[in-house]
């Protein structure tokens, strides 16, 4: 049995782990000229773990150094709005572990066999019946996987019909800071802005900001360092250390729900199924889910009642993380003054199990 994977990103390359673990041949087109990932750092959480186990995968990051979850929300002034039991969350639910996005992608590349790997290759259309045409020519397979994010080309050709991705209105930076002290991983929020600190194992800080902003609009580091110079410590010296050529921007999408995840011979996963906000940090995980489910559904019971499996166990999941991850970063960038008060005086009087309330669902996961 053949499967072509379209997108050599971390949902691609978990997927031809996956297909290679249960002895497909496996094809990954890849429209960059070699397999890397261009980013930051990434938290890969609990469930996120389990799916690399799933594919013989989590012990070997784990390895590499455990992480603590969010230890909660702080104010611009440094009052905490949210506090996380930290000891308790890994208790219940598991490891935490930081990496750098290429990191993730060099361990998953390692597990493909090297002539699976084909880079340079653009795909122009996918059709149901398993056919690929691209750059390279015309390829078939029994199996045809979109793993081409937010963008997917696997998508457009098979639901042209539905609307494409909708910019939610913040962009987003990230960077990598030099080592330094900081208290574990902290997201403070602004009026429409936000920052994040997350110590990796190296230590080295991988730091994200959002801010509401127009589509398209760019903002370098000396901007960002007068705009947060007046928030609590360690953010302006975090902001000071960085270099200009870490910092990436990308602007902010999410995906209109589709109705089904298959067509024919095609599954769609990864944000070209489902493409949502990072404000629960679910994107990757979600996207390994999906490889390991994908893969032992199809595997299992045939490629026909594994799509329709996969499409009944994985869109359901998904679309409640879009939605939950739309709501848990609205507050965030509200702009009003009296609306940012009240949130911040409210929010330290509510239970630690108000927010777990949107944790759970994606930390239980297991396959």
Not at 336 to 356: E, H, W
């Amino acid at each position: 049995m053949k499967v072509i994977i379209v997108g050599g990103g971390i949902g691609g390359l978990a997927t031809a782990v996956a297909f290679h673990r249960r002895g497909w041949q496996v094809v990954v087109l890849e429209r960059a000229a070699e397999f890397t990932e261009v980013g930051a750092g990434l938290t890969i959480q609990p469930n996120g773990l389990r799916a690399l186990d799933a594919i013989g995968l989590g012990e070997r990051l784990r390895a590499g150094g455990l992480a603590d979850p969010l230890a909660g929300i702080r104010s611009r002034r440094g009052d905490w709005l949210v506090r996380n039991d930290v000891g308790s969350l890994k208790r219940r639910f598991g490891s935490w572990v930081t990496v750098h996005r290429a990191a993730l992608v060099d361990l998953l590349r390692a597990v493909v066999p090297p002539d699976a790997l084909r880079s340079g290759i653009e795909v122009q259309h996918v059709q149901r019946d398993g056919t690929v045409r691209h750059s390279g020519g015309t390829s078939t397979a029994d199996l045809v996987v979109g793993a081409d994010g937010v963008h997917s080309v696997t998508r457009r050709s098979l639901w042209s019909h539905l609307p494409g991705p909708r910019y939610v209105g913040y962009t987003t930076w990230r960077l990598i800071a030099p080592p330094q002290r900081v208290e574990g991983s902290v997201e403070t929020w602004g009026r429409g802005e936000r920052f994040g600190h997350v110590p990796m194992p190296d230590g080295r800080i991988y730091c994200y900001v959002m801010a509401n902003a127009p589509a398209g609009s760019r903002v370098g580091l000396d901007e960002l360092r007068e705009r947060f110079a007046r928030w609590h410590h360690p953010i302006p010296a975090l902001l000071g250390s960085a270099q200009e050529e870490a910092v990436l921007q990308h602007d902010t999408h999410e995906l209109p729900m589709l109705p089904t995840y298959v067509s024919g011979k095609v599954a769609v996963l990864g944000d070209a199924a489902h493409a949502m906000t990072p404000n629960l940090g679910q994107g990757a995980c979600q996207a390994l889910e999906d490889a390991v489910t994908l893969a032992h559904a199809v595997d299992t019971l045939g490629v026909r009642a594994g799509l329709e499996a996969y499409d009944r166990t994985r869109r359901p999941r998904t679309q409640l993380i879009v939605r939950r991850s739309r709501q848990a970063g609205a507050a965030a960038h509200w702009t009003s003054t009296p609306l940012t008060v009240l949130r911040d005086a409210v929010l330290p009087l509510l239970p630690t199990r108000f927010f777990a309330r949107s944790l759970i669902p994606a930390y239980t996961w297991t396959i």
